[in-house]
């Protein structure tokens, strides 16, 4: 049965406003991010020339130019939600709207700071890209009544400053796990298509097809600065792998009725997108982290569960709940920094950078 702005609960689309939860800017949203466009500007990508060129002849080729149009069978597949999946797919798709077009709003800003001619292609292919994924989930929310005023988006959304090797690191990480999150729930749904209840999934082949090769491009920049991937810089590596895998781990465990319709259980659907994207990162770092050390495990299970008591205790507000929140993301700093000293595994990466999405 087809959904309606009205036909799945009329209050709780009323309580939801999709542009204040995008703007808001948390540990747990996604960001809008400014860099040193200056030093960016300075890339040198000879050494690497032939895999570059590649590169830009698949972003040339665009396989996905006519993918993000909806069917004939879109509207007939949406499906009547019970009001606890409807809240958290809202959620979803906010989160994934405001992540996708974040990534366009860094992409054109870097093409409109920077001269370096393949630098400033790769990212109007890239920006173009994230734009498409951005509308299309869009169109989605508007189904619902709701949708994210994506241009008011850019003057509302605090924009946050990290230097070009933070973008690096994080960007690529972003786009790989991106796309091992989408590539498990399509496989999911292709072995059990009586869980899809949305026809929006039946799109995320292709379009993780999208963030791998988003991801590859920032593995060749970071190749092509091998600074970045030794010496004190192996530090920020590892921050930010476990930065971007604990934010996720947390965020899925704050929507356990999503993941059941899909039929996962969060904790195995986020080890399976975890040690994908581990294996993937294998291309550009010289390690990974222990995703099997017992601390690791247990880590991010406190995690999740601390992470949840702040947010009831921000939802509670007051003068008690704010000191209640603070304390507890407190403790979620010292568990992090426990799990930030958890040994890794070393890894060589391969002599040719480039991988294909074959998970």
Known sequence: MSVSPTSVSPALAAQVDPNASAAENTLLKPRFYRS?????????????????????DEFRADGN?????????????????????????????ISSVTAEFSGCFLYAEIKRNVDNPDLKELMGFMARDESR?????????????????????????????????????????????????YISIYRQLQRHPEKRFHPIFRWFERWCNDEFRHGEAFALIMRLNPHLLRGGNRLWIRFFLLAVFATMYVRDHMRPELHQAFGF?????DMQVLHITSEITKQVFPFTLDLEHPKFRAGLDRLARLAAAAEAAKRRGGLVGRVKCAALWAVVGAQFLRMYLLPTVPNTP?????????W
Not at 37 to 46: C, F, G, K, T, V
Not at 66 to 93: G, K, S, V
Not at 350 to 358: N, S
């Open 36 to 56: 040193d466009y200056a030093a960016m500007n300075r890339l040198d990508i000879q050494p690497l020339r032939r895999e570059w060129q590649q590169l830009l």
């Open 133 to 181: 994924h951005a509308s299309f989930i869009n169109k989605s929310l508007k189904d619902y009544g709701l949708g994210v005023d994506l241009g008011a988006l850019t003057r509302r959304k605090k924009a946050t400053y990290f230097s070009p090797k933070a973008i690096y690191y994080a960007t690529y990480l972003s786009e790989k796990i991106g796309y091992a999150r």
């Open 65 to 93: 130019r006519n993918h993000f149009e909806r069917d004939e069978a879109f509207e007939a597949e949406r499906q009547r939600l019970p009001p606890e999946l409807y809240q958290e797919f809202i959620d979803f798709l």
């Open 265 to 269: 259980e969060p904790t195995e659907y």
């Open 350 to 358: 391969p002599q040719d950078v480039r991988l294909a999405p074959a």
